[in-house]
């Protein structure tokens, strides 16, 4: 079955608009991302299933976010934005770069869907059942998963 994605834009809209402007902090970029968002669904939408639409969105919108923050980064629009960019990039890049190895060797050992919980309970704050809900999951499972997960940390972190 096809997705409606007018239907979608009524519904998780505004869901999908939270989501760019915590991403993004700026109110017009994070509204011109969630119509990315809903331009991505409507050019996919053939291919796409119709479960957990909630999750699916949050996923897109994660994806365009990050890809306009890493295109900032890139071609910052005006001088400014450039020194500060530099400054920021300069930073910390070593432990940046140790974050993400860590992120990639922890993401690798568990199921992918693992990393969605993830950020939606650990990083969005939902609760344990919301977070079945998006997922698809018991709650006991989402449990499950994010047991895995510390686990899998305490090991890198005993390495």
Same mark, same amino acid.
């Given at each position: 079955?096809?997705?409606?994605?007018?239907?979608?834009? +009524?519904?998780?809209?505004?869901?999908? =608009?939270? $989501?760019? !402007?915590?991403?993004? /902090?700026?109110? #017009?970029? *994070?509204? %011109?991302?969630?119509?990315?968002?809903?331009?991505?669904?409507?050019?996919?939408?053939?291919?796409?299933?119709?479960?957990?639409?909630?999750?699916?969105?949050? +996923?897109?919108?994660?994806?365009?976010? =990050?890809? $306009?923050? !890493?295109?900032?980064? /890139?071609?910052? #629009?005006? *001088?400014? %934005?450039?020194?500060?960019?530099?400054?920021?990039?300069?930073?910390?890049?070593?432990?940046?770069?140790?974050?993400?190895?860590?992120?990639?060797?922890?993401?690798?050992?568990?199921?992918?869907?693992?990393?969605?919980?993830?950020?939606?309970?650990?990083?969005?704050?939902?609760?344990?059942?919301?977070?079945?809900?998006?997922?698809?999951?018991?709650?006991?499972?989402?449990?499950?998963?994010?047991?895995?997960?510390?686990?899998?940390?305490?090991?890198?972190?005993?390495?």
């Amino acid at each position: 079955m096809a997705i409606d994605v007018e239907a979608y834009y +009524r519904r998780y809209g505004p869901q999908v =608009l939270r $989501r760019c !402007r915590f991403l993004l /902090r700026d109110e #017009e970029r *994070a509204v %011109d991302a969630m119509h990315d968002v809903f331009v991505q669904l409507l050019r996919h939408q053939g291919a796409l299933e119709n479960s957990a639409p909630s999750s699916l969105l949050h +996923r897109i919108a994660t994806r365009v976010c =990050l890809n $306009r923050l !890493r295109g900032a980064r /890139r071609r910052p #629009e005006d *001088a400014e %934005d450039d020194l500060v960019l530099r400054i920021a990039a300069s930073e910390d890049a070593e432990a940046r770069t140790l974050a993400r190895g860590a992120l990639d060797w922890l993401f690798g050992r568990v199921p992918a869907s693992s990393r969605d919980i993830a950020v939606l309970h650990l990083v969005d704050g939902m609760t344990l059942e919301e977070t079945a809900r998006e997922v698809g999951l018991s709650v006991s499972g989402v449990r499950k998963r994010l047991r895995a997960l510390s686990s899998a940390l305490r090991e890198l972190e005993a390495a």
